[in-house]
């Protein structure tokens, strides 16, 4: 436990540090979220690009301890597969922020992270029947990862609309799969450290990101921290139920937006609007502080209940 209290504080000093550069740096190449009359709540411009100052806490913390990370049964090929795809997310999410990309262009990058997870051996071998025993995907595995993983990804970009909702959500998640993978059943340590890095990594993150925040995710860190928190699900023993009951509200909210828009005949991924949950919670009068720890506390208790 040490151990882990170490990694714990070197990454989120890390992250915390990573974070201040990447402020710096958004403004001085002019690369800042811009209000306006619709969604947007923020005063002023606020710099983009927090999610590098995340992706690269985490991803150096997790080559320091990559003894630890192959002493489990994931082989090399498999973190490569999850830090390529992480690396074309946050490609995209900075041509993305510096250029505004079209949606078609901006789907491309998910597409090659996913595709760098599977390529690299990630895969779901079986499911608990809930009658019973298992049920043995086979070639279907890459059919799930894929709707997983985006449904993940697309989750926490439409999510990204208060101050520090994403990330606090994210490390929620990720503590629930590193106290998960500490039971003597589904003892996991090397899938443990890295969901722990990854919380840390998010909490140092907050210091800049909670409201009112001087920094904001970005597109390719909103993306990725939904992107690492389904790697993470799948390769500690499938378990996707963890990371779905943390981010059930919020995955429901996403499906409800795509049959929403798909009934009035619009594009669901080309257009933005202001009836997500959480700016309906806004619209009830809660203050954004508010409306994040009551996103909190129901991922709390629904991973607790996990």
């Known amino acids: 436990m040490l151990f882990y209290l170490q990694i714990f504080i070197l990454t989120l000093l890390l992250a915390v540090g990573l974070t201040f550069l990447v402020l710096r740096l958004a403004k001085k190449f002019n690369i800042t979220d811009r209000p306006d009359a619709e969604r947007k709540l923020h005063q002023g411009e606020v710099p983009l690009l927090g999610g590098l100052a995340i992706f690269f806490a985490f991803f150096m913390v997790l080559f320091f301890v990559r003894d630890q990370l192959l002493a489990g049964n994931l082989e090399i090929r498999q973190w490569l597969g999850f830090f390529i795809g992480a690396c074309f997310l946050m490609l995209g999410g900075f041509l993305d922020d510096k250029y505004n990309l079209k949606p078609v262009r901006q789907f491309i990058f998910p597409l090659l992270a996913v595709a760098s997870v599977i390529i690299g051996g990630v895969q779901i071998e079986k499911i608990t029947n809930p009658f019973g025993g298992y049920f043995y995907l086979g070639s279907l595995s890459a059919v799930l990862i894929v709707f997983w993983l985006f449904g993940m990804m697309y989750t926490t970009k439409l999510l990204d609309g208060l101050d520090g909702l994403v990330a606090g959500l994210t490390a929620i998640g990720s503590l629930v799969i590193f106290l998960f993978t500490l039971t003597t059943k589904y003892y996991q340590p090397d899938i443990g450290l890295a969901a722990l890095i990854l919380a840390a990594a998010c909490l140092g993150f907050l210091f800049f990101n909670w409201h009112p925040a001087r920094v904001f995710l970005g597109e390719g860190g909103s993306l ?12 500690s023993g499938a378990k996707i139920a963890i990371a779905l009951l943390v981010m059930g509200i919020p995955m429901l909210d996403l499906v409800w937006t795509i049959l929403r828009r798909l009934i009035a005949g619009q594009n669901p991924f080309k257009m933005a609007d202001r009836r997500h ?4 919670l806004i619209g009830t009068g809660l203050s ?17 209940s996990a």
């Open 288 to 304: 954004q502080r508010i409306a994040v720890l009551l996103f909190y506390a129901v991922a709390i208790i629904f991973g607790l």
């Open 277 to 280: 949950l959480h700016f309906r």
């Open 224 to 235: 990725f921290l939904g992107y690492a928190l389904g790697v993470l699900a799948v390769i």
